[in-house]
């Protein structure tokens, strides 16, 4: 399977600022994903990160919020912007590798 | 849209079988998937299922009927290390190969 990075693995942030989150995959892979694990909470999907085109959100997901960038097949970015406590939560990475879907160790934020 | 459901918490003694259930209404399917989340860690692949039937790996079992919306994991011969959260999602036929996730099943394996 996939070997999926992420870089922070945690944060604290104060509110108002941004933070943007890496995710580093060591090989190709064409579809990659951007989730969320609020607190005591299942995983909800933020947006689909296309290679070489805007990035497909979901339903709730605005990108002046969480804009995506997927410069390769192997690296996107996901920036939390304006942050408030809300955003308080786990970030994950996702890709998709013959027909199974793997997460990275995901990201944990604070906002205070 | 889709719905999807299992129960919150279950408990089982170590050794013994449990089975976890989900159910889901879809207007599009392409698989069922199961994965495992120690707290605090990121979710890990368990099976995937996209025909009716069982699916057998060691300890771990996976059932899906698509006609009935209807799929469990069964867990055999427990551990204390079984003690996670189990997630049920569902592959959506639209948006890409992106999942649409439970609310997770909470197990507790006790002595």
């Known amino acids: 399977s996939a070997v999926i990075s992420q870089k922070p693995s945690r944060d604290i942030c104060q509110r108002g600022t941004s933070l943007t989150i890496q995710c580093q995959v060591d090989?190709?892979?064409?579809?990659m994903f951007w989730y969320r694990q609020q607190p005591g909470q299942s995983l909800t999907l933020i947006a689909t990160?296309?290679?070489?085109?805007?990035?497909?959100?979901e339903s709730g997901f605005v990108i002046d919020k969480f804009p995506i960038s997927r410069p390769n097949l192997t690296f996107s970015t996901l920036t939390v912007s304006n942050m408030s406590p809300e955003d308080s939560s786990i970030y994950l990475c996702?890709?998709?590798?013959?027909?199974?879907?793997?997460f990275g160790p995901g990201t944990r934020l604070l906002v205070l | 849209g889709q719905n999807i459901d299992q129960p919150t918490e279950m408990t089982a003694t170590e050794g013994a079988i449990v089975q976890i259930n989900c159910t889901y209404q879809?207007?599009?399917?392409?698989?069922l998937f199961w994965y495992q989340q120690h707290a605090g860690e990121a979710p890990t692949f368990l099976s995937y299922n996209v025909l009716d039937g069982l699916e057998e790996k060691g300890r771990f079992s996976s059932f899906l009927s698509r006609s009935k919306g209807y799929s469990y994991l069964l867990l055999k011969e427990l551990q204390m290390k079984d003690s996670a959260s189990y997630l049920c999602a569902v592959r959506r036929t639209n948006s890409g190969y992106a999942l649409n996730f439970g609310k997770g099943t909470s197990l507790l394996v006790t002595p």
């Open positions: 879809t207007s599009g399917f392409n698989g």
């Open positions: 090989s190709q892979v064409t579809m």
């Open positions: 996702s890709v998709q590798q013959r027909g199974t879907q793997y």
């Open positions: 990160a296309n290679q070489g085109s805007e990035a497909t959100y």
